[in-house]
């Protein structure tokens, strides 16, 4: 009976650590912060349900500079209905000191959304619409990096 008890509560207690680093620990990227890693992977193999990262990104990437080779610091992402900025502004995240955008928040992707990406004096816009936010799963691997300057 003591052995039962003793492997219950275990199991209560390691369901109990796999949760709390999940869906509710906010964890949202803001300008000039510096806590950030593993720039260009992608997010959400730690940041997701059942894995290790704190929270589970909704959306989340790495932004470079012209040349792609060096990660570009406060970048501003949002997510817009309509294609290059048009429409309605849904979100809008920052991207942190080494490049890196995330956010926890619930996103409505609905049936797709827009997303630009803005530096100091360029804005580039994805030109079709997308209903994932895991955006180093096709960036830097299938596709171009995601960049500005």
């Not at 209560?12 to 912060?33: E, F, H, Q």
């Not at 997510?79 to 979100?91: M, Q």
């Not at 580039?124 to 960036?139: D, F, L, R």
Request: include cysteine; charged fraction near 20%; hydrophobic fraction near 30%.
């Amino acid at each position: 009976m003591r052995i039962k008890l003793m492997a219950a509560v275990l199991i209560a207690c390691s369901m109990l650590m796999v949760y709390s680093c999940g869906k509710d620990k906010t964890n949202i990227s803001r300008y000039d912060a510096d806590k950030s890693h593993h720039m260009g992977d992608n997010c959400m193999e730690c940041h997701k349900k059942g894995k290790w990262g704190k929270g589970w990104f909704n959306v989340a990437g790495t932004v470079y500079d012209s040349l792609k080779s060096n990660t570009f610091p406060n970048a501003t992402v949002n997510l817009y209905t309509g294609s290059n900025g048009t429409g309605t502004l849904k979100y809008t995240i920052q991207a942190d000191a080494k490049g890196n955008f995330f956010t926890t928040e619930d996103i409505d992707f609905g049936s797709g959304l827009y997303f630009s990406v803005k530096g100091k004096e360029t804005t580039k816009y994805m030109s079709s619409t997308e209903t994932s936010g895991k955006c180093n799963s096709c960036h830097g691997v299938s596709t171009d990096k995601i960049w500005t300057e």
